[in-house]
């Protein structure tokens, strides 16, 4: 206990009593570890008795006879006031401790559950005996000081009141917050909205049309769709009136738009009611789609992954809502949304994070399961990645498919990650509408005044099998017998209005029969109509007009791009990238790297990776296109090669020089990450999503854990476009190259990203020269269209004498090269193909040897394979032996990918040899070996066979 929690002693000659000894000891106890922890007047009390005596605390009989006789003499002097007054004490202390208990734990005997199952109806600690409170002490008044908004109440009044409050069928978990404001002002909205003033009557009469339009939809759906999946909302039907509420709620707010993230369960129910979607398309979509593959682009999706947008009103003005589409993998489209907020906010240049807004509704067992709830959790109070908070609305049904709670998770709630943020929690029974539409406008409010995320935890129930088909009884008999017999929401809801005379039976009749004559209509449309199911609208539009989708055939890249600008130009940027601010301590260090690359600016040649990627960023933020690049120490850059923020030696001060090329550029935002990948990629995914004129790329820290994010990389950045008909032009930096830095520190797994890629859905690449990096991100923005783009980045090349380029190589008519040919040898027995870094180290051993005869072809991009530039580059090598040299092993690796391509090359050329030969590691189960001196002998042994003399 701290002495905090208690009120001072107002009268310190007549309080010390007896029953109280226990209380005061622990404030003693605390006082004595530290006096500030107890109140100023406890302090002067304490102060009051003379000097702690060494070694007092470990003899507590001797404490307490110190207190006591302190007591004792003090109470003595007037033993009948003293004991009346004492009591007085005792009981507002004691009411008070109970009342903040009440707060802390009133929701552990809330009436959450519609079913009851799980109701627990006592805590220890919410029990007034626990206080000390006897039988007798129920009627006595007790002066609790304006707490509850009671001056003096009794025992009765003030458990009625925080019974009511803290444990009906909301729930509030909020005193784990510690801002202050936070927390006084939800122990505001709770304590002390009446209970009139939490809904209206307007309010109540369009819950309860909600919740008709929610049911009766899906009842329609489970009739005319018998035996179709459909992950029904039965059971959480007040999802709708609560979105319905928020929508309101922020519209006043001046909010303008909402991007939703969800998953399965209840989505057609929003597409239709809160998206109004047409109820006619969803209808097709069920009848149509299943029979018309044809009107399905790319390769399509379930219905209940789909995406949808659209501009409704609200509350008299428009808002535009979108539900993003989702894969199957729960909880993965969080930082996604979270990425396409930030994104839409900055363009509207909303920095206050109140125009747009997110709200992702999660499933019970995904939300506490998935790892990747919680990474996203952790963006939402960083600087480069918040929102402005985020909404999260938990559809509780107390089962994950076929699991209950206790083997879903060890925390008590569902949402118990979400205190790590300190975001409030409103749990609530979803069988009352009006609780829940409450808790949703609370937890707007919360959102709109602090900013912050605020999670509602709806307990409710799911009247069906994981989806329609399935049987729930085989796992939860006891909890689908108690659903059977459990009257719906609506049913329960229509009671109260009927028994408080706020409607008729026969109006309510109505009211369904109308919506279900609408429903009955559409339907009709969508049998009779064909050919209307693709989503074509939003295709496209808004921010991507302009941007065309053509597939590239997977084998014939338009590298016609071009991505070259002026020397000028160059120079300019270049050279204001290194301009150190007056009066800003640079570290000296990178104050000599400056001026070097000052030189090389100047004379246009040895230009390294840094200053090529520098060029590329700059040269777009002058041509108004905004950069944003993240991931982990990206601002020093894991090499310490970008330095694209630099530190005041001083001050810390931060200067992004490339935010200094002149006024009006584009902003170059660069953001430190926090040590997670996929919330981080699937943020950025997101950002590329909404923002197709922004360079967005994600950097891993190394490309070995680039696979922490592979269920971003799979589900959304290789199958997006497909799926979704969503393009994206995110690049992907990973840092790759076999050095000797054992298993995890060499590898970005290119392999898996060349197995990922068909239909034109990406460009995967690895380029040996700064200008050639220059181009392909350049290219990123500069081409009509967007892909995603996955580069192997250098590290040892990062300053490798060799891997320079010249500024002329990223000038005027220059493009990126999607092969680059041997720059001698033009008359060979032997091609070496290759990419990437064993480039330079196949020439240096070449040169060593003064090999004449054999060219080394460098590939700079993998996919979409440059199949006819690879035909035009080895045209003058038709007799020669062909040989693809690579440093990983043979299963990993580009090898797998190639080999049969470039036999269909060769083939094509009429080659003398058409299958090549692979030089690179054997077959290995890890990327590399762990041991340096076995790295070298196997990159000398590789580089040796692949240059064996002919
Ligand atoms: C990452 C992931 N793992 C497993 C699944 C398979 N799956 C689909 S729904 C589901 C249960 C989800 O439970 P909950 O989050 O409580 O949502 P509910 O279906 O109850 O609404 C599971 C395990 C999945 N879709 N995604
Ligand atoms: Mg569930």
Same mark, same amino acid.
């Given at each position: 206990m701290k002495g905090t929690m208690a009120q001072p002693p107002r009268n310190q000659d007549s309080f010390?009593?007896?029953?109280n000894m226990p209380f005061i000891e622990e404030l003693f106890q605390a006082y004595r570890q530290?006096?500030?922890?107890?109140?100023q007047d406890w302090q002067q009390f304490f102060q009051s008795l003379g000097p702690i005596i060494p070694g007092e605390d470990d003899h507590p009989p001797l404490r307490s006879k110190r207190l006591n006789t302190v007591s004792t003499h003090v109470a003595g002097q007037e033993p009948a006031l003293a004991h009346q007054v004492t009591q007085e004490m005792l009981d507002s202390l004691r009411a008070l401790m109970m009342i903040r208990t009440y707060r802390v734990r009133g929701h552990l005997i809330a009436n959450l559950d519609p079913l009851g199952l799980?109701?627990?109806?006592?805590h220890p600690e919410v029990d007034p005996a626990h206080y000390k409170?006897?039988?007798?002490?129920?009627?006595r008044p007790i002066f609790?000081?304006?707490?509850?908004?009671?001056e003096w109440a009794t025992l009765r009044q003030i458990l009625e009141r925080l019974r009511s409050t803290y444990c009906n069928t909301v729930g509030v978990e909020f005193m784990?917050?510690?801002?202050p404001d936070q927390k006084a002002w939800i122990q505001e909205q709770v304590e002390n909205t009446k209970p009139a003033e939490r809904i209206t009557d307007i309010e109540r009469h369009k819950i309860l049309s909600d919740l008709i339009r929610a049911e009766s939809f899906e009842r329609f759906l489970h009739v005319r769709?018998?035996?179709?999946?459909?992950?029904?909302l039965e059971g959480g039907e007040s999802l709708i009136p609560a979105i319905e509420a928020i929508l309101n709620k922020a519209a006043h707010q001046n909010i303008n738009s909402i991007v939703f993230g969800m998953a399965h369960r209840g989505r057609l129910n929003i597409l239709a009611?809160?998206?109004?979607?047409p109820l006619h398309t969803i209808f097709a979509q069920f009848h149509h789609a299943e029979n018309t593959p044809?009107?399905?682009?790319?390769s399509g999706d379930v219905k209940y992954h789909i995406g949808f947008s659209g501009n409704r009103h609200v509350a008299g003005q428009f808002m535009h809502l979108s539900v993003t589409s989702n894969p199957?993998?729960?909880?993965?489209?969080n930082p996604v949304v979270l990425g396409k907020v930030r994104a839409k906010q900055s363009h509207s240049r909303d920095q206050e994070h109140n125009q747009t807004i997110a709200l992702l509704i999660h499933g019970d067992a995904a939300f506490s399961g998935q790892g990747l709830a919680a990474e996203t959790l952790e963006l939402?109070?960083?600087?480069?990645?918040?929102?402005g908070g985020t909404i999260h609305f938990i559809?509780?049904?107390?089962?994950?498919f076929t699991t209950s709670p206790p083997h879903s998770?060890?925390?008590?709630?569902?949402?118990?990650?979400a205190k790590a943020i300190q975001a409030p929690i409103f749990h609530v029974n979803g069988d009352d509408p009006e609780a829940v539409v409450w808790v949703a406008k609370l937890a707007t409010e919360f959102r709109h005044r602090f900013a912050q995320d605020v999670v509602v935890d709806m307990v409710c129930y799911r009247r069906y099998g994981h989806n329609e088909i399935?049987?729930?009884?085989?796992?939860q008999p006891k909890m689908y017998k108690a659903i059977a017999n459990h009257s719906t929401t609506r049913q329960i809801y229509t009671q109260k209005m009927v028994g408080k005379g706020l409607i008729t039976e026969e109006e309510v009749k109505a009211i369904a029969g109308e919506y279900e004559a609408q429903l009955k209509q559409e339907y009709d449309h969508a049998m009779q109509?064909?050919?209307? #199911?693709?989503?074509?609208?939003?295709? $496209? &539009?808004?921010?991507?007009?302009g941007v065309k989708y053509h597939k590239y055939p997977e084998e014939d890249?338009?590298?016609?791009?071009?991505t070259g600008v002026s020397i000028e130009m160059l120079k300019e940027i270049g050279l204001k990238n290194l301009k150190i601010p007056e009066g800003f301590t640079i570290h000296p260090r990178i104050a000599r790297q400056l001026e070097l690359k000052r030189q090389n600016i100047k004379a246009g040649k040895d230009i390294d990776w840094a200053t090529g990627e520098a060029l590329a960023i700059g040269s777009l933020l002058l041509e108004n296109n905004p950069v944003r690049l993240s991931g982990?120490?990206?601002?020093?850059g894991t090499f310490s090669q970008r330095h694209a923020v630099w530190v005041d030696?001083? #001050?810390?001060d931060k200067h992004v020089? $490339? &935010?200094?090329?002149?006024?009006?550029q584009a902003l170059f935002q660069v953001v430190d990450s926090p040590l997670a990948e996929a919330s981080v990629l699937g943020f950025e995914y997101g950002y590329s999503l909404a923002s197709p004129h922004t360079l967005v790329m994600w950097e891993a820290?190394?490309?070995?854990?680039a696979n922490g994010a592979q269920v971003i990389i799979d589900?959304?950045?290789?199958?997006g476009e497909v799926k979704w008909l969503r393009l994206s032009g995110l690049v992907i930096l990973l840092p790759h190259?076999?050095?000797?830095?054992g298993p995890e520190h060499t590898?970005?797994?290119?392999e898996r990203f060349l197995q990922l890629c068909?239909?034109?859905n990406m460009r995967v690449a690895n380029c040996t020269t700064p200008a050639n990096f220059f181009h392909i991100l350049r290219r990123q923005i500069r081409g009509d269209t967007r892909k995603p783009l996955i580069v192997m980045t250098p590290k040892s090349l990062l300053?490798?004498?060799?891997a320079v380029s010249c500024l002329s190589d990223m000038g005027p008519q220059t493009s990126f090269q999607l092969v680059i040919p041997?720059?001698?040898?033009?008359?060979?027995q032997r091609v070496i193909l290759c990419s990437g870094k064993v480039y330079y180290e196949l020439w240096e051993e070449r040169d060593k040897q003064n090999i004449q005869n054999i060219a080394i072809i460098r590939?700079?991009?993998?996919?979409?394979?440059?199949h006819a530039k690879l035909l035009e580059v080895l045209r003058p090598f038709k007799e020669a032996e062909v040989i693809w040299c690579q440093e990983e092993p043979m299963n990993m690796g580009a090898w797998t990918f190639l080999d049969r391509r470039l036999e269909k090359v060769l083939h094509e050329l009429g080659a003398k040899q058409t299958r090549p030969h692979y030089i690179g590691r054997?077959?290995?189960?890890?990327?590399?070996?762990?041991?340096l001196s076995r790295h070298i002998i196997e990159q000398q042994r590789l580089i040796g066979q692949a240059l064996v003399k002919l």
């Open positions: 010390l009593y007896g029953l530290n006096p500030q922890s107890v109140s799980e109701r627990r109806n006592s409170f006897g039988p007798d002490d129920y009627d609790i000081d304006n707490v509850l908004g009671f784990h917050i510690q801002d769709f018998a035996g179709e999946k459909r992950f029904g009611h809160i998206l109004e979607k044809d009107l399905v682009y790319g199957s993998h729960l909880e993965a489209i939402s109070g960083l600087k480069g990645y918040q929102t559809i509780n049904n107390q089962i994950g998770r060890s925390s008590p709630y569902s949402s118990d990650i399935d049987e729930p009884s085989f796992t109509a064909h050919g209307d #199911t693709p989503e074509k609208e939003d295709w $496209l &539009n808004g921010v991507w007009s890249e338009d590298t016609q791009t071009i982990q120490d990206c601002s020093r030696q001083e #001050t810390e020089p $490339l &935010n200094h090329l002149k006024n009006g820290q190394f490309g070995d854990f589900q959304f950045v290789a199958s190259g076999y050095e000797g830095q590898s970005g797994r290119l068909a239909e034109s300053r490798h004498p060799k041997d720059p001698v040898i033009t008359k060979a590939l700079e991009q993998y996919y979409p394979f440059p054997p077959a290995a189960a890890a990327t590399a070996t762990g041991v």
